[in-house]
């Protein structure tokens, strides 16, 4: 069964960094093909993919967000951990993290959200 | 980078009703192409991939076509349960990029 968690604060002021990680199961991300991404959603807003790290732990970004963002993997704890820095009140937003393949062109299994406001 | 336009932003219907959602992209995707639905505050749900291929555990009244830059969700009659946001989404096959349509809100009329 696979699952996956969000979990980070709720809660960040502007200009600060932002760390969020994503604890997952039922899956293990060295298996070839197998990859992790971070999507976000605003408020009210559209799904937006800002980055993903595959089985070999090679590093893909958003081209809008590239220079604020990095993705990490720890392979012995099943987890993916994205920064954001210089973070800014439009950042707010629901963070998921989702499974998918290198051979899919979708998200099989998400999580279920974490909400972060940057508020001052 | 690849755009995807969905239309319409809003479709009202009534349960029992058929439901067709459409999405267009700005260039020749293939058959790259998936649809999610999403319920106030859950995470999107996987529904087609492939442009046409149910995921598991998906309802036989949802089903999807199209292919290179036009595409449809259908909804063959509507359950209380559809009524949601749904989402297109593609990727670019290398480097791997995703991108995400605005949305379609189906909702009770």
């Known amino acids: 069964q696979v699952t996956l968690r969000e979990s980070g604060p709720a809660l960040v002021k502007p200009t600060q960094t932002l760390t969020l990680t994503c604890t997952f199961s039922g899956f293990s991300l060295t298996t070839s093909g197998m990859c992790v991404s971070w999507i976000r959603q605003p408020p009210g807003k559209a799904l937006e993919w800002l980055a993903l790290i595959d089985w070999d732990g090679d590093e893909r970004y958003s081209p809008s967000l590239k220079t604020r963002l990095t993705i990490s993997r720890d392979t012995s704890k099943n987890q993916v951990v994205l920064t954001m820095t210089n973070m800014d009140p439009v950042d707010t937003a629901t963070y998921y993290c989702?499974?998918?393949?290198?051979?899919?062109?979708?998200?099989?299994?998400w999580g279920q959200g974490t909400l972060v406001a940057v508020s001052s | 980078e690849t755009v995807l336009t969905q239309s319409p932003a809003t479709l009202s219907l009534s349960p029992g009703e058929r439901a067709t959602l459409s999405c267009r992209a700005s260039q020749n995707i293939r058959s790259h192409l998936a649809w999610y639905q999403q319920k106030p505050g859950q995470a999107p749900r996987l529904l087609i991939y492939e442009a046409s291929n149910r995921a598991t555990g998906i309802p036989a009244r949802f089903s999807g076509s199209g292919s290179g830059t036009d595409f449809t969700l259908t909804i063959s009659s509507l359950e209380p349960e559809d009524f949601a946001v749904y989402y297109c989404q593609q990727r670019k096959n290398w480097p791997p990029l995703f991108t995400f349509g605005p949305g379609t809100k189906v909702d009770i009329k």
């Open positions: 989702a499974r998918t393949r290198a051979m899919a062109y979708y998200f099989d299994y």
